[in-house]
C-alpha cells in the first residue's frame, strides 16, 4: 500500500444550482469551497493547499487564493478537463503524503448554461494538432460519435445498449430533487430523440448545467478529529491517450492504463468495487471505461450495460446515483467533480434512499476529460469507508 | 449530397508551412523519420515515434480507408468527420465530401481531394475512391 493511501476526503458539496445567472464565476467558487470546508467541520483557515483547474479565473490558483482568503503553501492546477478534479484528490493525497500540506481545497465551477459558452475547444493555432483538425469541425460529439461508431463496427454494440445507460442515470435522477432531467426514460425514448452526430442521440449526451463542487481532502491526523465519517483515498492512477502520431486506436481510452494503476495500489479487482462514478459526458463514454476499467471484457460493454445492470437495487454495479452528467449536472461541462462527490456520499451512506447501496464499503470514480476520439485524460480513484 | 460546409482556414507555421505548400498544389504529405523508418501524421520536426531530428516530408499516395466517421446532424449543413487510414500507415482527421452522408462506412475506400478554405489555404478532405 502507497504513503499516499493515507490521506482521506473529509468534505464533499455538490452546489444546487443549475443555472446560475445571478452569480459571478468566482462566486460559485467561494460558495462550493464553503460548503465543502462547513460539511468537514473546517475553516478556511485551516486550508494549507489549494487546487483548481485552468477555468478558473486569474492566473493558475493566485486570484482564487486572494479572492478566497487562503494562505496556502501548496497549489496545483492540473488541467485534464473533465477529469482534473480526480486527480486533484490523487495529486492533494500525494502532497499530503510528502508533507507539502494537511487540508487541501479542491473548487470547480462553471456557468456555460447562462453564459451561452459552448464546451468546444478555443482555437488557438500554436496547439499543434489544431491546424489538422479545426478544419474538420470536430465537436465534442462528433468525436465521442466516432469513438462509438468504431466500437460498434469492432464489437456489434448497439444503440440500444447505449440507451441503457441513460435509462439506468435516469431511474437514479428521478429521486435526486436537484437533477436537470428527472423523468425516467425508456430505451425507446432515447432511439427516438434527435441524432445529433452518429449513432450518438440527444439522449445519449450529457446535460449542460452551471454550478460547481468542492471536495476537502485531509491527512490522516486531520481526519481523525472530525466528526464526519473519512474516506480514505487508496489506489489512484491518472493517464493520457492520443493520436499517437496517427497510430489511432479508438477500440480503448487511457481509463485502461488510469484503472489498472489504480487497482495496483488499491490491492483491489472490479470485481470487489460496490458502487463506480463512471464519468457520464456520452453513453459511450461510460460503455468504454468499463470495459476499460475491467469491469466486463473489452467488446462486452455493451451486454454488460443492458436490461438495467447498472441500476442500483436491480443489476450488478450500481453506478452515478444522483443521475450521473447524463440526467443531473455537468458543471462548467466538467463532471469529475460531481463524480467524486457521490461516491463519497456513497461511502458515508448519505445517497438517497432509494439508490443508496447497502453496507458500501469499497467505491470507485473514473474520470473522462478532453476528447475521447483524440486526445483525453483518464483519472480513476478506489476509495474506501474508514469505519 | 456535397457538404456546404465552409472549411475555416487555419493559421500556419513555419513547421508546418511545406505541409500547406503542398496542399495549394493538390499534394497530401506526411512526415517520414529517417531513423526509424515510420511515418507520422500530425507532422512534427522531431519524430514523436523516436525523438530524432531527421524528418523529411513524403507525399502520401492519397489513398485510404475509412477507419471511422460521424455525420453532425444538427448544423445548418450535415458534414462528416472522419478518421482515415492512410495507406501510408498513419490514420488522420478529415472530412468526407462530395458523398451520400448516409451511405457512409467503415472500411470504404476514400481518395483525397482538396478544396478551398475561407482562407488562402486549400484543405485535403476525402471523396469515395
Same mark, same amino acid.
Given at each position: 500500500?502507497?504513503?499516499?493511501?493515507?490521506?482521506?476526503?473529509?468534505?464533499?458539496?455538490?452546489?444546487?444550482?443549475?443555472?446560475? @445567472?445571478?452569480?459571478?464565476?468566482?462566486?460559485?467558487?467561494? $460558495?462550493?469551497?464553503?460548503?465543502?470546508?462547513?460539511?468537514?467541520?473546517?475553516?478556511?483557515?485551516?486550508?494549507?493547499?489549494?487546487?483548481?483547474?485552468?477555468?478558473?479565473?486569474?492566473?493558475?490558483?493566485?486570484?482564487?487564493?486572494?479572492?478566497?482568503?487562503?494562505?496556502?503553501?501548496?497549489?496545483?492546477?492540473?488541467?485534464?478537463?473533465?477529469?482534473?478534479?480526480?486527480?486533484?484528490? =490523487?495529486?492533494?493525497?500525494?502532497?499530503?503524503?510528502?508533507?507539502?500540506?494537511?487540508?487541501?481545497?479542491?473548487?470547480?465551477?462553471?456557468?456555460?448554461?447562462?453564459?451561452?459558452?459552448?464546451?468546444? &475547444?478555443?482555437?488557438?493555432?500554436?496547439?499543434?494538432?489544431?491546424?489538422?483538425?479545426?478544419?474538420?469541425?470536430?465537436?465534442?460529439?462528433?468525436?465521442?460519435?466516432?469513438?462509438?461508431?468504431?466500437?460498434?463496427?469492432?464489437? @456489434?454494440?448497439?444503440?440500444?445498449?447505449?440507451?441503457?445507460?441513460?435509462?439506468?442515470?435516469?431511474?437514479?435522477?428521478?429521486? +435526486?430533487?436537484?437533477?436537470?432531467?428527472?423523468?425516467?426514460?425508456? *430505451?425507446?425514448?432515447?432511439?427516438?430523440? &434527435?441524432?445529433?452526430?452518429?449513432?450518438?442521440?440527444?439522449?445519449?449526451?450529457?446535460?449542460?448545467?452551471?454550478?460547481?463542487?468542492?471536495?476537502?481532502?485531509?491527512?490522516?491526523?486531520?481526519?481523525?478529529?472530525?466528526?464526519?465519517?473519512?474516506?480514505?483515498?487508496?489506489?489512484?492512477?491518472?493517464?493520457?491517450?492520443? &493520436?499517437?502520431?496517427?497510430?489511432?486506436?479508438?477500440?480503448?481510452? =487511457?481509463?485502461?492504463?488510469?484503472?489498472?494503476?489504480?487497482?495496483?495500489?488499491?490491492?483491489?479487482? &472490479?470485481?470487489?468495487?460496490?458502487?463506480?462514478?463512471?464519468?457520464?459526458?456520452?453513453?459511450?463514454?461510460?460503455?468504454?471505461?468499463? $470495459?476499460?476499467?475491467?469491469?466486463?471484457?473489452?467488446?462486452?460493454?455493451?451486454?454488460?450495460?443492458?436490461?438495467?445492470?447498472?441500476?442500483?437495487?436491480?443489476?450488478?454495479?450500481?453506478?452515478?446515483?444522483?443521475?450521473?452528467?447524463?440526467? #443531473? #449536472?455537468?458543471?462548467? +461541462?466538467?463532471?469529475?467533480?460531481?463524480?467524486?462527490?457521490?461516491?463519497?456520499?456513497?461511502?458515508?451512506?448519505?445517497?438517497?434512499?432509494?439508490?443508496?447501496?447497502?453496507?458500501?464499503?469499497?467505491?470507485?470514480?473514473?474520470?473522462?476529460?478532453?476528447?475521447?476520439?483524440?486526445?483525453?485524460?483518464?483519472?480513476?480513484?478506489?476509495? $474506501?469507508?474508514?469505519? | 449530397?456535397?457538404? $456546404?460546409?465552409?472549411?475555416?482556414?487555419?493559421?500556419?507555421?513555419?513547421?508546418?508551412?511545406?505541409?500547406?505548400?503542398?496542399?495549394?498544389?493538390?499534394?497530401?504529405?506526411?512526415?517520414?523519420?529517417?531513423?526509424?523508418?515510420?511515418?507520422?501524421?500530425?507532422?512534427?520536426?522531431?519524430?514523436?515515434?523516436?525523438?530524432?531530428?531527421?524528418?523529411?516530408?513524403?507525399?502520401?499516395?492519397?489513398?485510404?480507408?475509412?477507419?471511422?466517421?460521424?455525420?453532425?446532424?444538427?448544423?445548418?449543413?450535415?458534414?462528416?468527420? =472522419?478518421?482515415?487510414?492512410?495507406?501510408?500507415?498513419?490514420?488522420?482527421?478529415?472530412?468526407?465530401?462530395?458523398?451520400?452522408?448516409?451511405?457512409? =462506412?467503415?472500411?470504404?475506400?476514400?481518395?483525397?481531394?482538396?478544396?478551398?478554405?475561407?482562407?488562402?489555404?486549400?484543405?485535403?478532405?476525402? *471523396?469515395?475512391?
Amino acid at each position: 500500500m502507497s504513503t499516499q493511501a493515507t490521506a482521506c476526503i473529509v468534505g464533499a458539496f455538490e452546489h444546487p444550482t443549475r443555472k446560475a @445567472g445571478d452569480k459571478s464565476l468566482a462566486q460559485l467558487h467561494a $460558495e462550493v469551497a464553503k460548503g465543502a470546508l462547513e460539511d468537514a467541520g473546517l475553516s478556511k483557515d485551516d486550508v494549507d493547499g489549494y487546487f483548481c483547474d485552468t477555468e478558473a479565473p486569474g492566473l493558475g490558483a493566485l486570484s482564487m487564493v486572494d479572492y478566497l482568503g487562503l494562505q496556502v503553501r501548496h497549489m496545483d492546477n492540473t488541467d485534464t478537463g473533465g477529469s482534473a478534479y480526480l486527480l486533484h484528490v =490523487a495529486h492533494a493525497a500525494q502532497a499530503i503524503a510528502a508533507g507539502k500540506c494537511r487540508v487541501a481545497l479542491i473548487t470547480l465551477a462553471g456557468r456555460p448554461r447562462s453564459a451561452g459558452q459552448s464546451a468546444e &475547444p478555443r482555437v488557438d493555432y500554436n496547439v499543434p494538432d489544431m491546424p489538422f483538425e479545426m478544419p474538420y469541425g470536430p465537436t465534442v460529439v462528433n468525436t465521442y460519435g466516432l469513438c462509438a461508431m468504431r466500437h460498434m463496427h469492432e464489437f @456489434g454494440t448497439t444503440s440500444e445498449q447505449l440507451a441503457w445507460i441513460k435509462v439506468a442515470a435516469s431511474q437514479h435522477a428521478q429521486h +435526486n430533487p436537484h437533477a436537470m432531467l428527472r423523468k425516467p426514460v425508456t *430505451v425507446e425514448e432515447v432511439l427516438a430523440s &434527435p441524432m445529433i452526430s452518429d449513432p450518438l442521440h440527444r439522449l445519449d449526451c450529457c446535460v449542460v448545467s452551471d454550478g460547481g463542487g468542492a471536495l476537502v481532502v485531509v491527512s490522516p491526523e486531520v481526519a481523525r478529529d472530525l466528526k464526519r465519517p473519512a474516506v480514505r483515498v487508496i489506489g489512484s492512477g491518472e493517464a493520457a491517450k492520443h &493520436p499517437s502520431g496517427g497510430r489511432v486506436d479508438l477500440s480503448f481510452s =487511457a481509463a485502461a492504463w488510469a484503472g489498472r494503476q489504480a487497482f495496483d495500489e488499491a490491492g483491489v479487482k &472490479p470485481s470487489d468495487i460496490q458502487y463506480a462514478s463512471i464519468y457520464d459526458s456520452f453513453t459511450i463514454t461510460v460503455l468504454m471505461q468499463l $470495459e476499460d476499467l475491467g469491469f466486463c471484457e473489452k467488446g462486452a460493454g455493451g451486454r454488460f450495460v443492458a436490461d438495467g445492470n447498472l441500476i442500483s437495487g436491480v443489476g450488478r454495479l450500481p453506478f452515478n446515483t444522483d443521475g450521473g452528467g447524463l440526467c #443531473n #449536472n455537468h458543471p462548467g +461541462n466538467r463532471g469529475g467533480m460531481t463524480k467524486v462527490i457521490e461516491a463519497v456520499r456513497q461511502l458515508r451512506g448519505e445517497a438517497h434512499p432509494a439508490v443508496q447501496v447497502k453496507d458500501c464499503r469499497l467505491a470507485l470514480a473514473s474520470g473522462m476529460g478532453g476528447w475521447m476520439g483524440s486526445r483525453h485524460g483518464s483519472g480513476v480513484l478506489i476509495l $474506501e469507508r474508514t469505519h | 449530397m456535397s457538404t $456546404e460546409r465552409v472549411l475555416p482556414c487555419p493559421e500556419i507555421n513555419v513547421e508546418n508551412q511545406a505541409y500547406w505548400n503542398a496542399a495549394a498544389e493538390s499534394r497530401l504529405l506526411v512526415k517520414h523519420c529517417a531513423d526509424c523508418g515510420h511515418n507520422h501524421f500530425y507532422p512534427r520536426a522531431i519524430c514523436p515515434h523516436c525523438f530524432s531530428d531527421q524528418t523529411q516530408w513524403r507525399e502520401s499516395s492519397g489513398t485510404g480507408t475509412i477507419y471511422s466517421f460521424s455525420v453532425m446532424r444538427r448544423v445548418a449543413h450535415p458534414y462528416a468527420i =472522419a478518421y482515415i487510414a492512410l495507406d501510408d500507415g498513419v490514420t488522420i482527421m478529415s472530412n468526407i465530401v462530395d458523398c451520400d452522408l448516409d451511405a457512409l =462506412a467503415i472500411g470504404q475506400r476514400v481518395k483525397v481531394a482538396f478544396r478551398p478554405s475561407d482562407g488562402p489555404l486549400m484543405i485535403p478532405v476525402f *471523396v469515395p475512391a
